[in-house]
């Protein structure tokens, strides 16, 4: 089963190389922490054959609260029985503790026959954090403002799906 890799960020920056490098594992991720640029982290994503991919979002420009509701994360949850996976490597953004905005983290939900203890890579906290499903749904980092999935550029690792249904259709609200 897939575990997340944890590093504390004593810095204020750099939360979406350490939300990366607890999903991918690569510290020399870690080597950009200084660099806040959203593209230059994409790129750098795509150089390692990934991508992020929206499962969820609130419209940052109408909205100030996130609006996720406990019926959007059983349907993200949902994804890991449409993919056939045991878990779903998320990156979640939360409102950040240490400064004004966001903050990124890095989330792994367990499909429903995995059990249900959440794995919570928060780089601002000392370790990883390990919370029930309930304990999760009632948590900060549930209450998120956009939800990613790092997916592969290789268009050969994804799964055919009708041309009626996608899982974005699914998911998306």
Known sequence: MLSLRH?????????IY?????LLGDPTLLDHIEDDRTAAWIARLARRGFVPYHLWYT????????????????AIRS????????????MVTIASNRVQGYHLTAVLIPSRRMGDVVQISDSALPGLLHLSWQDFLRSRWA???????LVSLDADTHPCEPAHSTSREQVSV
Do not use: F, K, N
């Open 18 to 22: 350490h939300a990366a490098y607890a």
């Open 59 to 74: 419209r940052l420009s109408s909205r100030t609260e996130p609006v996720i509701t406990d019926r959007d994360w059983e």
């Open 79 to 90: 994804q890991a029985q449409v993919q056939q996976v045991d878990t779903l490597p998320l």
């Open 7 to 15: 590093q504390h960020q004593p810095q204020p920056c750099g939360c």
């Open 143 to 149: 209450a998120a403002y956009e939800v990613e999935m």
